[in-house]
Nanobody, 124 residues
């Protein structure tokens, strides 16, 4: 079993930055891919970014390319999402995702573990 705990959400003005963190415990973190999904009010949860077990492979949704960066520190069992140039449409609950595989997937059905979510609100 894997436990994922997100932190770093909050309120920021458009154009600002936030860094989300997700601390993992319970299994060998470095063996598994990780990712971030988000769910805006009234919308379905969607894939944002993913990173392979070793950190060399990354995957991004089109709407975050060039603005968000996913990274991981296996020594700290933590995955990060650096979010720059935030827009009001980035307002959502952001969920950390764990995959029981070495590479991330884009679909919710490929996620094996979820965090509880952290709210990100971007004001205009």
């Amino acid at each position: 079993q894997v436990q994922l705990v997100e932190s770093g959400g909050g309120l920021v003005q458009a154009g600002g930055s936030l860094r989300l963190s997700c601390a993992a415990s319970g299994r060998t973190f470095s063996n598994y891919a990780m990712g971030w999904f988000r769910q805006a009010p009234g919308k379905e949860r969607e894939f944002g970014a993913g990173i392979s077990w070793g950190g060399r492979g990354t995957l991004y949704a089109d709407f975050v390319k060039g603005r968000f960066t996913i990274s991981r520190d296996n020594a700290k069992n933590t995955v990060y999402l650096q979010m720059n140039s935030l827009k009001p449409e980035d307002t959502a609950v952001y969920y950390c995702a764990g995959f029981a595989s070495k590479f991330p997937g884009r679909e919710e059905g490929t996620v094996d573990y979820w965090g509880q979510g952290t709210q990100v609100t971007v004001s205009s």
